[in-house]
């Protein structure tokens, strides 16, 4: 089973930038679709941005404009950058990759951002 790992997480100030990394243990291609979660303490987790091997990303309203979802296959990693960070940016972001029914998650990288 193809695993992932999330780097990339820090501190930063507001209107800072990151970015989130995920890197496959196989091929990225196994998956129908990848993208990024993030949760906050009491809340569930919240798709924000995701893409299928083909076609456009979709990006939840909160960050539509600021992050950006791009995947490099020759090395099995999709990425996150993440522009004009906002205080209520701070999570734990995840990535994931579903088949079906079938979701495979990373560990979780911390981001959090100081006003």
């Known amino acids: 089973q193809v695993q992932l790992v999330e780097s990339g997480g820090g501190l930063v100030q507001a209107g800072e930038s990151l970015r989130l990394s995920c890197v496959a243990s196989?091929?990225?291609?196994?998956?129908?679709?990848m993208g990024w979660y993030r949760q906050v303490p009491g809340k569930e987790r919240e798709l924000i941005a995701w893409k299928r091997n083909w076609g456009s990303p979709y990006y939840v309203d909160s960050v539509k404009g600021r992050f950006t979802i791009s995947r490099d296959n020759a090395k099995n990693t999709i990425y996150l950058q993440m522009d004009s960070l906002k205080p209520e940016d701070t999570a734990v972001y995840y990535c994931n990759g579903r088949t079906g029914s079938l979701d495979t998650w990373g560990q979780g990288t911390q981001v959090t951002v100081s006003s």
């Open positions: 196989g091929s990225i291609f196994s998956f129908e679709v």
